[in-house]
Every structure is written in structure tokens, then in C-alpha cells.
């Protein structure tokens, strides 16, 4: 019955409600998921592509003083392997990004503790001034609250400063589940959702572009990962109005290893059917976001493929350097080939794209 | 649905059997959930929401090994760092370990060695089964059955009964690897025959032994050499019965010598699990090896017409050598939760199939 209400709703083209949403996570069987997402993705990339970006992580610094507990990455300032690198470090690696043909830098720190916002405008400028091929889409929510605070800035202030020199876009890291429930346990330094909603609405309104993030597999409800998938969906209606909106949404899994909730939750994480599962509503439930992003950094090269027919249809980065997953015990790495093969064995055309997802070449 | 899934499907509620050409379509198509939704169906009229796991231990016994296969990066030749043998003493004591840890099978298998006699393997199966009575023994692939006939000159038929008036309880389904000549000159030129490998097989089965599967996939086979192999084990399963489960192993690529193959990805893992279901109609059993295959596409696979996900295993040490990134171990605490978040009923069974405990309420947990 409801599976049918769904099905005349997708045909429809009508969004679905967080009870049919709630149906689809826990009750639905899982093929008849995946077939139900997969058919949403071909509506929506009839031409079958699956799109990549070449692009670095950059974490500029692992000093946070949020000390989330899902993290294995943070320091505190005077821990001896706290870091912050210098303009010359992040150059040379954006350099390295160039020769790779990179077109996307993904600079995300710690919630560094004093770091003021001159650091990061200088930064953007000389970067925007170097590697005018590269675009800056860095600092999630929490480091942008951070930084704005610590300047006495309101959040407008900030994000216009620090567009007007150099930064295009926004990541969606720290949504991790957009309930301050969770939030409370996982997370109780971090910002609350609103926070995290407030910057993502003020970045649209200045026309950027901002990416959607969930991190599931730790200690939420199913329910409450419906309600983060509804208020990504109402953020993003929010925005439709003005320039910018999410380009993307990325759901990826806890990793417990070397965190502080690896002791409470016995190492467990989300399975691979959890995390198809979550996909494949994504793409259900976010009607108004064009690319869901399949995860080959926390899943591995083998589910991120079967995501693509679980309605995914965006492989995320080549990630040139990537430390946060790493420091949580996960180390799947991926070459610009190994991504090209994995989208066209399973009957898909590769593309590389930009950060707004224009096609930059066809494989 | 696709054409050739409603055609298969039509021919199976017919209670025909479906041709080696239809099996062929099923790997061509693109048809992933037809091809998934059938094979579920099939496997729960066999098996119902069941899957099975064993509480195991595998013991590699030696990595020396007079055949040097190229999809392996497990063998050692003579003389190289790195080769090993465990002598009785380090063998019993993994024994008594596993058999400490509740295990109630030992999986071992190893290379070829070159020097050590018949009469060790004896000695080994003696002694194992002395100190520990109420393990199941599986050991020795028809390779090392076949290469134990030949240093002591014996029939292969005496060093089967041999091995199980010592102990022997049943083997594993190593070794077949793609059974068609082409293909086994590329990657095994040094290894028997298919033919050989379904005689001796044959012959394990006749001795009174039960005996499983494999067919390792993904490097220089093509899709018509993997039907040809399922055909054969059909064909051998109809005349003696004697094959319990059919394990697809998906081959791992790294430290190995065959140019450019790179695996199978994680689509192909799925479809051949599920055709293995669908094309094998006299087999009960359609196991994931999360060793090879990882296990998140394992637990993935059980919606895809597998119903057992092997066992605990601890301390494997073939597909780690080749780069599986899956961990070394998995204790039944986890086995269980990977079964039901599939939602499935989580049965623990012996080496033989047979029931050991449903773990249906998970408040009985131990």
C-alpha cells in the first residue's frame, strides 16, 4: 500500500513525506529500494553519466577545539603533533594539485582557535592569484561560525569577505546528523544544526554554491536520519530563489577506529546494505538536488560502484591527499583511472567536472 | 523487467532448467535487480530468510608450493624468506585455540609442498583429531588429494579413505579456479587439469566425503568461461550430489603475476553471486566469502540469493597476501549483527550443513 502511494508519488514527480521516507529506510526490501532510486537517478542523468572532480584535501590544520568524538584527526594547540602549515606548504600542494590536472581544492582545518579571518582572506587572494584554474571550495560551517566569532563578524560579514577574496564555494562537512540530539552526543563542542543551516542559507543567498553532508552508522535513529534528509530538502527549497543552492548531497559512514566512540559503540559501524539503503533514499527524498555522491573514500571501490545503481550518480573526488578518513583506520585510495573504470564497467560514461558540475571532459 | 529475466524466470516455473546460453545473457545484461530479485526468490523457496555462518579457524599449514600460479601471492618456492611450515606442535596449538574460541571446524589448506611425506599429513590428522574429537576437520583441496596420491604413489581413492578413517570430515572446494584448459594455461599452467580437478572431486565424493566449490573470477576469464565452469559442477553435482555450497572467489590483484587484471568490481561480484544461485539449481547452498570479497559486498550479496557468509575464519592468510582489505577475523558478535541488518535469521552450522544453533531472538545472544 504505501509502497504504491510512493510509487504514484514518484511518477507524479510529488516529494515524498518523512512517513513514506521513514517506510522506504526501514521497511522497504532492499532491491525494490535500490530499483526505485536507481530509475530516479535515469530521470534525472538520462545520459547515463557519472561525473568526478580532480581535487585536494588540504587540512591546513589539525588543531580543532571542537574534539568531536566520531574524530581520530584532532589536536589540541600544544600536543605535540598539532600543526598549522605555512601559505608556502598549502602552495606547493596546490601546486602538485595543477599538475594533476586539479581544478577543485577542498581546504578544510580543524576549528582552529585563533586563526582570524586576515589568515584566511590573504590565503584565498594569493591562491586565487597563483592557481586561477583552481577553485576554492573550502571551510565548512563550523570553521566559518569560528572564524566570524573569533572576528566579531556576523556570518554575512564573514562569508562576503571571504568571497570577495577568492573563496567560490562551501563544503558540507560537520552537518554529520542535522538533530542536536545527536549532535549532543557525538558532537557537543560542534555547532548545533541551525548554525549549520543559517551558513548554508546565508552562502546561497551570496549566490555560492555549498555541498550537503550526512555522517551516519553511529548512534542515530532511523527517524533522525529522515529528519536530516527533510531539512536538507527545506534548506534547499530556502535557496531556491537565489543564486546558489546544495549542488550535491554526500552521505558517508562513521568510521570508529582511533575514536573516542569506538569504545561505546564496540567498533560498529553502518554495513554495506545500511549504506546503500541511506543512498538510495537520499536520492528519493532530495527532489530539488540534482548529484548524489557515491562514497568510495569510507565504502571502498566495490560499493561505491553498486551505489551508482542505488541511485548515486557523482563519484566525489580523486582526493590527491586525504588524512581525516585515514587518521579513523580507513585507507581506500582511488586513481583517476581506477574511478574512469569503475563508472564504465558498470555501463556508465565518465566525466570529469568542475565544482559546479560542468562536464570538463568526456571518457 | 528485462527480456531475458522474464524468459528465465518463465522457464524456472516451468520446471525447466536453464541453458548455459541463458546463463550467458544473465552476465551480459545490465538487468542488476531482475538478476538480484530472482536469485533472492530462488533462495528463499531453498532457504528461507536463513543464512548461515560457522565458527571456523583456518590453518594455511605451509606456503611452500611446487606449483606457482600466477593469480597467487601466497606461494613460496624453495629457499625464499618468507616461506614457512608450521611443524604438528604449532598446529595443535592453533588447534586448541580455535577449538578454545568455540570454533567447531579447521579449515586448512595449503601449497604444494615439495619435501614433506604423506605420512605428515597423517600424522596431522591423527593427531589433530585426537586432541580435539569434536572438531570438524575440512582439509585439502582435490590439488593437494591429487598431489598426495602422487609423492606416495598410492591411488587417489586409498589416500582419500586414508585421510578420513584418520579424521578427514570433509574438504574444501579450493583449487578449481576456472576449470576450462585456455584459461588455466594463462594463470595455472603448472597446477591439474579441470578435468583432473573433477575427477578427483568425483572420486572425494564417492570416498564418502562432502566437498564444496570454488571458482575464482575476475582476471582473464571471460563470461563464457564462467558458465562453462558452472556447467561442469552441475554437471558433476548431478552424478554424485556431493557439493554443498558453490563459492565464487573474487580475485585479488595485488603481489600477483597477471598483467593488467585488476579484480572483479563490486556490480560483477553481485551478479555472479546471483547467477551462481540461479544457474545452480541442484546446489543448496551459495556462499559469500567475505574474505575475498570484503564484507560489505558480502553482506550486500545476502539480498542476492546467498544464504551462508563463511565464518569467523581468524588468521587467513592466501587472499590477505593478495591485498584483500577485509579484516583478519570476524567474531560472531559481528557475524550476527552483518546477518540480521540484512534481515536475515542468523543460523550457526557445522562443517556438514547441519544445525547448530538458530540465533533467532537476539536477547539469547551469548
Same mark, same amino acid.
Given at each position: ?363 | ?67 606457482? *600460479?600466477?593469480?597467487?601471492?601466497? *606461494? ?69 588429494? &591429487? ?40 594463470? *595455472? ?48 553435482? &548431478? ?28 556490480? &560483477? *561480484? ?10 545452480? &539449481? ?85
Amino acid at each position: 500500500m504505501v509502497l504504491q502511494t510512493i510509487k504514484d508519488k514518484l511518477a507524479a514527480r510529488q516529494s515524498l513525506c518523512r512517513e513514506e521516507a521513514l517506510f522506504l529506510l526501514t521497511q522497504t526490501d532492499f532491491l525494490q529500494l535500490g530499483q526505485l532510486a536507481d530509475e530516479q537517478r535515469q530521470l534525472r542523468h538520462p545520459g547515463g553519466q557519472v561525473s568526478f572532480v580532480v581535487d585536494r584535501n588540504v587540512n591546513y590544520s589539525n588543531v580543532c577545539c571542537c574534539k568531536c568524538r566520531f574524530c581520530a584527526f584532532y589536536c589540541d594547540e600544544e600536543d605535540e603533533a598539532a600543526y598549522l602549515l605555512s601559505y608556502d606548504e598549502i602552495f606547493a600542494k596546490v601546486q602538485e594539485l595543477v599538475e594533476h590536472g586539479g581544478t577543485q581544492l577542498l581546504m578544510q582545518g580543524g576549528v582552529h582557535p585563533s586563526l582570524k579571518i586576515e589568515w584566511f582572506e590573504e590565503l584565498f587572494r594569493q591562491l586565487s592569484k597563483r592557481f586561477p584554474t583552481v577553485q576554492i571550495h573550502s571551510l565548512s560551517p563550523a570553521e566559518i561560525i569560528q572564524i566570524a566569532q573569533l572576528c566579531d563578524l556576523s556570518v554575512e560579514e564573514c562569508l562576503t569577505r571571504l568571497q570577495a577574496a577568492g573563496l567560490k564555494s562551501i563544503p558540507g562537512g560537520g552537518a554529520e546528523v542535522l538533530v542536536d540530539e545527536v549532535r549532543q552526543t557525538i558532537s557537543p563542542n560542534k555547532i548545533g544544526w541551525r548554525q549549520w543551516a543559517d551558513v548554508m542559507e546565508i552562502a546561497h543567498g551570496l549566490g555560492m554554491t555549498t555541498t550537503a553532508t550526512l555522517m551516519f552508522g553511529s548512534c542515530e535513529t532511523p527517524d533522525q536520519i529522515v529528519e536530516h534528509l527533510f531539512r536538507v530538502r527545506e534548506i534547499q527549497q530556502n535557496s531556491q530563489h537565489k543564486g546558489g543552492g546544495f549542488s550535491a548531497f554526500i552521505s558517508w559512514t562513521f568510521q570508529p577506529s582511533n575514536t573516542e566512540l569506538e569504545g561505546e559503540f564496540g567498533g560498529e559501524t553502518a554495513t554495506g546494505s545500511d549504506y546503500l539503503r541511506v543512498v538510495a533514499l537520499s536520492r528519493l527524498v532530495l527532489d530539488n538536488i540534482d548529484n548524489i555522491q557515491a562514497s568510495w573514500v569510507t565504502q571502498g571501490a566495490k560499493i561505491a560502484q553498486v551505489a551508482l545503481r542505488f541511485g548515486a550518480n557523482d563519484l566525489g573526488g580523486t582526493m590527491l591527499e586525504e588524512n581525516v578518513v585515514a587518521a579513523a583506520g580507513v585507507s581506500f585510495r582511488m586513481t583517476q583511472q581506477q574511478l574512469i573504470d569503475l563508472a564504465h564497467d558498470a555501463g556508465f560514461t565518465p566525466v570529469r567536472r568542475t565544482t559546479e558540475y560542468g562536464v570538463l571532459e568526456v571518457y | 523487467m528485462s527480456d531475458v529475466i522474464s524468459r528465465v524466470r518463465k522457464k524456472i516455473a516451468d520446471g525447466q532448467r536453464i541453458g548455459d546460453d541463458d546463463a550467458l545473457q544473465l552476465f551480459e545484461s545490465d538487468d542488476l535487480f531482475g538478476i538480484g530479485q530472482l536469485a533472492a526468490d530462488i533462495n528463499r523457496q531453498k532457504n528461507g530468510d536463513k543464512v548461515l555462518f560457522n565458527v571456523n579457524r583456518h590453518i594455511n599449514y605451509t606456503n611452500f608450493c611446487v606449483n606457482q *600460479c600466477l593469480f597467487c601471492a601466497f *606461494c613460496h618456492q624453495a629457499g625464499d624468506s618468507g616461506g614457512y611450515t608450521y611443524n604438528l606442535s604449532e598446529i595443535l596449538n592453533k588447534a586448541a585455540e580455535a577449538s578454545a574460541a568455540g570454533a567447531t571446524e579447521l579449515h586448512m589448506v595449503g601449497g604444494l609442498h615439495p619435501d614433506l611425506p604423506f605420512e605428515f599429513y597423517l600424522r596431522m590428522m591423527a593427531t589433530i583429531k585426537a586432541n580435539n574429537p569434536h572438531l570438524k576437520i575440512k582439509a585439502f583441496t582435490a590439488v593437494e588429494i &591429487d598431489y598426495f596420491s602422487q609423492i606416495s604413489k598410492l591411488p587417489v581413492e586409498e589416500v582419500i579413505s586414508e585421510l578420513k578413517r584418520l579424521g578427514l570430515d570433509s574438504t574444501p572446494g579450493g583449487g578449481a579456479e576456472i576449470l576450462c584448459a585456455e584459461v588455466r594455461n594463462q594463470i *595455472c599452467p603448472e597446477k591439474i587439469s579441470g578435468e583432473r580437478w573433477l575427477e578427483v572431486t568425483q572420486k572425494i565424493h564417492e570416498g564418502g566425503l562432502k566437498s564444496n566449490a570454488t571458482m575464482l573470477f575476475g582476471h582473464v576469464e571471460g563470461y563464457a568461461d564462467r558458465v562453462d565452469h558452472m556447467a561442469k559442477l552441475r554437471a558433476l553435482q &548431478d552424478k554424485t550430489g556431493g557439493f554443498q555450497s558453490f563459492i565464487p572467489l573474487a580475485f585479488q590483484p595485488a603481489n600477483t603475476r597477471i598483467p593488467n587484471a585488476k579484480g572483479p568490481d563490486g556490480i &560483477d *561480484c553481485l551478479k555472479t553471486l546471483a547467477i551462481g544461485r540461479i544457474y545452480l &539449481d541442484n546446489f543448496q547452498h551459495i556462499k559469500a566469502y567475505w574474505v575475498m570479497l570484503g564484507l560489505k559486498i558480502a553482506q550486500v550479496a545476502l539480498s542476492f540469493g546467498v544464504n551462508d557468509l563463511d565464518g569467523t575464519v581468524v588468521e587467513e592468510k592466501i587472499g590477505h597476501d593478495a591485498g584483500a582489505d577485509s579484516p583478519q577475523a570476524l567474531d560472531k558478535h559481528e557475524i550476527l549483527r552483518q546477518i540480521r541488518n540484512a534481515g536475515k535469521i542468523p543460523v550457526e552450522r557445522d562443517t556438514l550443513y547441519r544445525q547448530v544453533r538458530i540465533y533467532d531472538h537476539v536477547e539469547d545472544d551469548d
